[in-house]
């Protein structure tokens, strides 16, 4: 085994694989040529190359999701780093450990005209766990600085001792930080010229410093909330997203048997139960002016779980008719979302739980019985108004989500993609992704693959045209596994903001907002060898999705084309019927 001649990327890469990362995706260049070298030849690393940094990034995004531990990236000086932005902020608020390694130009060579670099340090400030912005090795004779900065010996030896133990404390803290706040972190590498050196023997031993994970339990407050849900009547779970296994079964059997209790459970959350509340637009857009329904709606105490919150409408009506008490739990941070909050548990669900449920009889109560009685009004009123409802959007979300094998992994675009399959049914063995930290449309193609890679299961993507299109490099990658498929629904534009407030059906909407546009996927299918289909109607959409997750020598990509002047009009009578009187 070969090693760099650079200390600190000797340093970097004996840490990373001490705290067990074991996944590093290289984009190509010269600076960090070190570490490229070091990474990519290591037998304890598998070293993935994506030329687009953006791509890059979202891609070990998905990897880190669904392996539950960091996965690193690592760049080249100048802009490369920049493209990164993205994801970290994906990253930062879906709480995914992503590990930033930025190759850098020494600090001599910064603002000073030389090609390729900008200033890197605390590029990603406002959006990260930790920045570790390290020191230059002296090692580097040749250099501008070693010749006008004399140094003996003695002098020097201190000088790189000091530098090597800064280097591993702060790769130590920032690896650590990846972990204990489960999210993303940076650390800029100063690398001087020769890049290319190795040796045969380390002549570096980095320290490995553990990680503290701990959690904040207040049990005084535990109690005090305790009391006040078991004597309250009317209580409200809403459950964000959520990775999959996430609450203990006896806890969801706990909420699930309680009458005082409904639980509003978003598409994100995976968490998918008979008793809960799955559809949550489908119940309450029809009570949203319905002053008596909102009375009835509004909680006493809302307990809120996981992270981000896709529907629109929730979010409103609760900023309105606020719950008394509004309770949050996570593991790292929380978000006013409601306006209210009162109490957040900084800590694991299933420990909150434990403390938090009482081995006595759930109070009487009419909460949950009256929303279930709404609830089966909704569920009829779906199937009666999709029989009747014409090839749009929706009949093709409808034909697709009941198509999907049991036990494969869902990936889910933003947009009207995720909105859509918040209106249906997701069989529960299904475990279900989608990049809501910054409701983006610019990395799910990349974060799916990286999915894909790693997953034993078989990955499925979902994604609307201009998610697709704009995301289309993602694509550009030796790593894609064949059992992988995209389902693209192609409605020639942004058709959500058809469904938005706007002045619809002009030049200056079609251009600036909905951006029509004419194209297909044909030409990137055969470009990136995917198997290509597609679908126009109910009967050939219903034809493809028979065969179309089989197996396959290259992965499959069906393209389902929708009329994009009818889809809006079709989802918004959807809801127009819910209100009708029978």
Known sequence: MMYSKIPLAQTLVSLCIAKGINH???????????????????????????????????????????????????????????????????????????????????????????????????????????????????????????????????????????????????????????????????????????????????????????????????????????????????????VGTLPPNTIAATYLEILANDPSVIVFTETTSNLRDDTFFNKIDQMILPIEKNEAMLDAFQPEVLLTLGGMIVSKKIKAILRKRQPKHHWHIHENRVFDTFFCLEHFFKMNPNHFFELFFEQKPAIESSY?????????????????????????????????????????????????????????????????????????????????????????KQTVLITGDLSFFYDSNALWNNYIPKNFRIILVNNNGGGIFRILPGNKNTKNFDTYFETIHPHTAKQLADMYHFEYSTASDEVSLQTVLKTFYDESEQPKLLEVFTPRIENDGTLIDYFKFFNEKK
């Open 368 to 456: 949950k019985s009256f929303w279930n009685t709404i609830k089966q009004e909704r569920q009829q009123k779906h199937a009666t108004y999709l029989k009747q409802a014409k090839f749009t959007d929706l009949k093709a979300f409808e034909a697709i989500l009941t198509s999907l094998p049991r036990s494969i992994i869902l990936h889910l675009g933003n947009s009207s993609t995720v909105r859509y399959a918040q209106l249906f049914e997701i069989d529960a063995s299904i475990e279900l992704f989608c990049n809501r930290g910054t409701s983006g449309i610019d990395g799910s193609s990349s974060t799916a693959i990286g999915t894909a890679v790693v997953a034993e």
């Open 24 to 238: 590093v995706v290289i984009s190509p260049g010269s600076r960090n040529a070190p570490l490229t070298l070091s990474f990519s030849q290591h037998p304890n690393i598998n070293a993935y190359s994506i030329v687009d940094e953006r791509c890059a990034a979202f891609f070990a995004l998905g990897m880190a999701q669904q392996l539950g531990k960091p996965v690193a990236v690592i760049c080249t000086s100048g802009s490369a780093v920049l493209n990164y932005y993205p994801a970290i902020a994906e990253a930062y608020y879906s709480n995914i450990p992503v590990v930033v390694i930025s190759a850098d130009r020494p600090e001599y060579l910064i603002d000073v005209g030389d090609g390729q670099t900008i200033r890197q340090k605390h590029v990603f400030k406002s959006h990260i766990n930790y920045e570790a912005n390290l020191k230059q090795d002296i090692t580097h004779k040749t250099t501008i600085l070693a010749e006008t900065h004399q140094l003996s010996e003695e002098m020097e030896r201190e000088l790189q001792k000091n530098i090597q133990a800064y280097n591993e404390h702060e790769i130590n803290l920032a690896l650590n930080a990846a972990v204990e706040k489960n999210g993303p972190v940076h650390i800029n590498a100063p690398f001087d010229e020769p890049l290319y050196g190795m040796q045969e023997e380390p002549s570096v031993f980095p320290k490995v410093k553990p990680l503290v994970l701990q959690e904040e339990i207040e049990h005084e407050k535990i109690a005090k909330v305790t009391s006040i849900w078991n004597s309250s009547t009317r209580k409200m779970v809403l």
